[in-house]
């Protein structure tokens, strides 16, 4: 908190007074890279979901996704491991990490849903398991071990997650 509020140039009960204790600003960051704006956006509201929703093309509407995926990322991901170490020394921060994992995994399911509402998952594919398969894969840890760790692009990343999801999903 010291070193946000130098970085911001008023004093650290000026945080505290504007943001809150370190698990509402940890909450708050998370959020914002997320939505990618100031204010959270229902996932429902988000233009690449739009997208998705309108796109004909089962494979454009996994590149679509995995496009969006690769910029929440970029915004996400060297917050997840502030999040994870906080975690274990806060509660309430482990508790918003947990219902933000809650909340992509209840979001995969209404994704998985519409793939299979219009035909583009495998047959022998239940929706549930492509939820769990789109979850586990489009998670900012995947993204880290990749992009942070093995040096991929995110652009490299982006263009593997969408062929995997058409691999793994498609009909």
């Known amino acids: 908190m010291a070193g946000i509020a130098a970085a911001a140039g008023v004093a650290t009960d000026t945080v505290y007074a504007t943001v809150g204790r370190k698990p509402a600003l940890m909450r708050l960051l998370l959020e914002r890279a997320i939505s990618g704006g100031d204010d959270?956006?229902?996932?429902?509201?988000?233009?690449?979901?739009?997208?998705?929703?309108?796109?004909?093309?089962?494979?454009?509407k996994l590149a679509i996704y995995a496009a969006a995926v690769r910029t929440i990322h970029g915004r996400l991901a060297p917050l997840v491991r502030s999040v994870q170490g906080a975690a274990s020394v806060h509660p309430e921060v482990a508790r918003a990490w947990k219902e933000i994992s809650?909340?992509?995994?209840?979001?995969?399911?209404?994704?998985?849903?519409?793939?299979?509402?219009?035909?583009?998952?495998?047959?022998?594919?239940?929706?549930?398991?492509?939820?769990?398969?789109?979850?586990?894969?489009?998670?900012?840890?995947?993204?880290?071990?990749?992009?942070?760790?093995?040096?991929?692009?995110?652009?490299?990343?982006?263009?593997?997650?969408?062929?995997?999801?058409?691999?793994?999903?498609?009909?």
Do not use: C, K
């Open 102 to 171: 809650e909340r992509r995994a209840r979001n995969m399911r209404l994704f998985a849903a519409h793939l299979a509402g219009v035909g583009a998952l495998r047959a022998s594919l239940d929706p549930d398991e492509a939820a769990d398969v789109v979850w586990a894969t489009n998670s900012p840890e995947l993204y880290l071990l990749l992009v942070g760790e093995r040096g991929w692009t995110p652009e490299r990343y982006e263009a593997w997650l969408a062929q995997a999801w058409e691999r793994l999903l498609l009909a």
């Open 40 to 60: 959270p956006v229902p996932a429902g509201d988000r233009d690449y979901v739009r997208a998705i929703q309108a796109e004909q093309d089962p494979a454009r």
